[in-house]
Nanobody
Framework: VQLQASGGGLVQAGGSLRLSCVTSGFIFSYYTMAWFRQGPGEERDFVATIGRGGVTYYADSVKGRFTISRDNAKNTVYLQMNSLKPEDTAVYYC?????????????????WGQGTQVTVSS
């Protein structure tokens, strides 16, 4: 099983980035996928999730600015991040779970990617 996240980088406040997570080794379409993030000295926090049927759920801190999507043909989940703020600076991780409903609970995710760094300058 592999989850390869990419697309991070350095961006100014107000800018945009698109993260991608290419997966292999499991039946992607059966999995609820999500993005989490971990800032320096902080715990890993939920960002967004998308269910097998496309239902989405977001953390309040990113609602209206971030959009999660998936392409089952490419086994890939995306996170479009707009209007970025310095407090969005973190390592972003993609994750997958067979949990049927969308969930923000990290312990329910059994597959994790390696993370991609997002840095937003003020």
């Amino acid at each position: 099983v592999q989850l390869q996240a990419s697309g991070g980088g350095l961006v100014q406040a107000g800018g945009s980035l698109r993260l991608s997570c290419v997966t292999s080794g499991f039946i992607f379409s059966y999995y609820t996928m999500a993005w989490f993030r971990q800032g320096p000295g902080e715990e890993r926090d939920f960002v967004a999730t998308i269910g097998r049927g496309g239902v989405t759920y977001y953390a309040d801190s990113v609602k209206g600015r971030f959009t999660i999507s998936r392409d089952n043909a490419k086994n890939t989940v995306y996170l479009q991040m707009n209007s970025l703020k310095p407090e969005d600076t973190a390592v972003y991780y993609c994750a997958g779970t067979t949990w049927v409903d969308v969930t923000a609970a990290a312990h329910r995710f059994n597959y994790w990617g390696q993370g991609t760094q997002v840095t937003v300058s003020s």
